[in-house]
């Protein structure tokens, strides 16, 4: 579209199906840089992709022309296949259902992804659950926590 400009930036947290601890360190960077070539694929700037064995955070300029749950899908749908196809794990790889998407400005990129990339140093401090209502309240969403992900205390 002529004379359409815009500057979306999206995290996504997603879940590993169970909250398994299924993401494993030798393996984590080859996932991550294949997630980031999926968003790369689908047209869509990927700034930073890291996470703990059992979640993920993704950050993204998103254009204006992506659909969030859509690109969401293909990465869970893509990188579930990926896994399976490199045999990381037993059985079947899948992420959990649902995902959080937050919207952040342009003074705020540094910030957020050095928080992703440190998600080792956070998590030492704080549980995912902890880390991700926070995020909630502080995007002020109203949420049923019966339609949260699984925990796992």
Do not use: A, C
């Amino acid at each position: 579209m002529p004379n359409t400009y815009s500057q979306i930036y999206i995290q996504i947290v997603f879940t590993v199906k169970g909250r398994q601890n299924l993401i494993s360190s030798k393996n984590k960077d080859e996932l991550n840089k294949y997630i980031s070539g999926i968003i790369t694929n689908k047209s869509q700037k990927s700034i930073i992709v890291n996470g703990m064995p059992d979640h993920i955070h993704i950050f993204v300029g998103l254009q204006l022309t992506m659909v969030i749950s859509d690109l969401v899908r293909d990465i869970k749908n893509n990188s579930s296949k990926f896994i399976n196809e490199q045999g990381w794990i037993n059985g079947k790889f899948s992420w959990q259902e649902g995902y959080g998407s937050f919207s952040y400005s342009h003074s705020q990129i540094e910030r957020v992804y050095n928080y992703i990339l440190n998600q080792q140093k956070h998590h030492q401090k704080r549980t995912f659950k902890e880390e991700y209502l926070k995020m909630l309240d502080n995007f002020k969403i109203e949420y049923d926590e019966k339609y949260l992900f699984e925990w796992i205390d």
